[in-house]
């Protein structure tokens, strides 16, 4: 099954103009990531304190479709893909009821900590890449026969 990560907005998401503030999308993205990583058995606190890998994001997108206010109910779909043996991606997308409201994307590459070079990802990152993705694959084929 995919991964979906539900949400309120609250008032410290938001701007002077009462929408969610561009930059914790991001935010919110990356906690539907660590809730999807708990989900799949990771210990969330050795995986962030790793001593020897870390997963920083090299590159990060977000296209807003609709803005979000102060309550809305969100969900997140989260789904990873690897593009290699030492990177991968996440798509989220982002609804309010059955209304797409933002799509993002975080590009991770896996580095040793100490010396900054790219290494492979660890088992437990590949389980989890190809359980996601799987789900998400299933969810999709599930739509597709929906519409026929």
Same mark, same amino acid.
């Given at each position: 099954?995919?991964?979906?990560?539900?949400?309120?907005?609250?008032?410290?998401?938001?701007?002077?103009?009462?929408?969610?503030?561009?930059?914790?999308?991001?935010?919110?993205?990356? @906690?539907?990531?660590?809730?999807?990583?708990?989900?799949?058995?990771?210990?969330?606190?050795?995986?962030?304190?790793?001593?020897?890998?870390?997963?920083?994001?090299?590159?990060?997108? %977000?296209?807003?479709?609709?803005?979000m206010?102060?309550?809305?109910?969100?969900?997140? !779909?989260?789904?990873p893909?690897?593009?290699?043996? !030492?990177?991968?991606?996440?798509?989220? @997308?982002?609804?309010?009821?059955? %209304?797409?409201?933002?799509?993002?994307?975080?590009?991770?590459?896996?580095? !040793?900590?100490?010396?900054?070079?790219?290494?492979?990802?660890?088992?437990?990152?590949?389980?989890?890449?190809?359980?996601?993705?799987?789900?998400?694959? !299933?969810?999709?084929?599930?739509?597709?026969?929906?519409?026929?």
């Amino acid at each position: 099954m995919a991964f979906t990560y539900n949400r309120t907005v609250r008032f410290q998401d938001t701007d002077a103009a009462g929408v969610v503030y561009f930059a914790n999308v991001l935010g919110i993205c990356h @906690e539907a990531y660590e809730e999807s990583l708990e989900a799949s058995s990771i210990n969330l606190k050795d995986f962030f304190h790793n001593p020897s890998l870390a997963f920083p994001i090299v590159h990060a997108s %977000v296209d807003f479709l609709r803005p979000m206010f102060v309550g809305d109910k969100l969900s997140i !779909d989260l789904i990873p893909q690897k593009l290699g043996v !030492d990177k991968f991606e996440i798509t989220y @997308e982002i609804t309010v009821g059955e %209304v797409v409201v933002a799509k993002a994307i975080t590009r991770h590459v896996c580095i !040793d900590v100490s010396s900054r070079v790219k290494q492979e990802l660890p088992d437990e990152i590949t389980q989890w890449l190809e359980t996601n993705r799987r789900g998400a694959e !299933d969810a999709e084929r599930r739509r597709a026969r929906e519409v026929i």
